[in-house]
Nanobody
Framework: QVQLVESGGGLVQAGGSLRLSCAAS????????MGWYRQAPGMQRELVAK???????NYADSAKGRFTISRYNAKNTVYLQMNSLKPEDTAVYYC???????????????WGQGTQVTVSS
């Protein structure tokens, strides 16, 4: 079974930094896209950042210049370095992956369980 496990969340002061990690495990042929989404209280889940296998990245406007997404492909791991954190960054952060289970398979979408990030003012 494929599983995504996030870590690195916590409580930080405004202006501080956190680094989130997400490790994918199981029978995986290839991971085409990995990304981070977040859901704040009373809000819809939104894309924060994503990175494709070729290295191209996309960021939400709110994350540009402050957050950096990266991948360690050998360990099927994606990271989100978050700097200059603001109270409005407070949310549950979810890891997402679009992957193939075997050569020529469709893309399958998986989600992690989420990790809480709380930024105090």
């Amino acid at each position: 079974q494929v599983q995504l496990v996030e870590s690195g969340g916590g409580l930080v002061q405004a202006g501080g930094s956190l680094r989130l990690s997400c490790a994918a495990s199981g029978s995986i042929f290839s991971i085409e896209v990995m990304g981070w989404y977040r859901q704040a209280p009373g809000m819809q889940r939104e894309l924060v950042a994503k990175i494709i296998s070729g290295g191209s990245t996309n960021y939400a406007d709110s994350a540009k210049g402050r957050f950096t997404i990266s991948r360690y492909n050998a360990k099927n791991t994606v990271y989100l370095q978050m700097n200059s954190l603001k109270p409005e960054d407070t949310a549950v952060y979810y890891c997402n992956a679009a992957l193939r289970l075997y050569a020529g398979s469709p893309l399958y979408n998986y989600w992690g369980q989420g990790t809480q990030v709380t930024v105090s003012s």
